[in-house]
């Protein structure tokens, strides 16, 4: 645990304190020996969720102590309001999506050495075939429908790009696959159902699922508010 001098767990990013709103975590990648989180910031949750802006912070001692890092904000209606990582071949691929559940995927990517610069950061834009610096409004979608909460890694040893997500529309855990991090992304695979699962939320993968025959993910359920590990099987098919 991170402790303060009380010897309590600490609050590590300024979040739901007296007068502001919640600042929720969507993904974190250590990249340079430095460890980065990406953040939303709640402007309203009611009627509806509304972001005020996401941000990316950064701790270079192994998460004790946390820094905003002020040039990577993205605004309230931005295509990356919510994140997943990976990285790869030198670069870090960004799939966001704008806020909460219900929109579809973008792609971005950078250099690791350029986490900092999103001057530098290259938004896929799929009908040109090309990416595009420093403008995310020239990135265009790469799955449609209902993305939310989603997770994205390599399988070396199936050689495919696998992605994980809330499926609010069809109210599931959706798994897709492709070969290029650019797609096409295949058909749906479903992991979990609300049917078998009630309420449930988020499918973020497990470091070991980098490689070998089985898929590990952490599965959110609204009640009994907990999360839970779970474990798919790969195959050839």
Known sequence: MVTGFD??????????????????????????????????????????????????????DNGKNWSRIDAVTFPGDSRFALVGYYKKDGFVYMIG??????????????????????????????????????????????IGGSVGELSLIYNST?????????????????MRIADEITGPWGTNFVL????QYPQLYGSYFHPLSAKGDFLYFTMSMWMPYNVFLMKVELSDK
């Open 192 to 195: 979990a159902t609300g049917a």
């Open 97 to 142: 999506t704008p806020t909460y559940r219900n929109k579809p995927a973008y792609l971005a990517r950078f250099k690791e050495t350029d986490i900092e610069k999103p001057e530098n950061y290259e938004y896929w834009n799929g009908d040109t075939k090309t990416w595009i610096k420093g403008n995310e409004n020239q990135a265009s979608i790469i």
């Open 158 to 174: 199936y050689k495919k790009w696998i992605i994980a997500y809330f499926n609010a529309a069809e109210y599931n855990i959706t």
């Open 7 to 60: 010897g309590k767990a600490k609050e590590l990013l300024i979040g739901a304190t007296a007068g502001s709103t919640s600042l929720i975590p969507t993904a974190a990648i250590r990249v340079n020996g430095i460890d980065y989180v990406h953040c939303f910031k709640v402007n309203s949750w009611n009627p509806n969720l509304s972001t005020k802006y996401s941000a990316l912070y950064k701790s270079a």
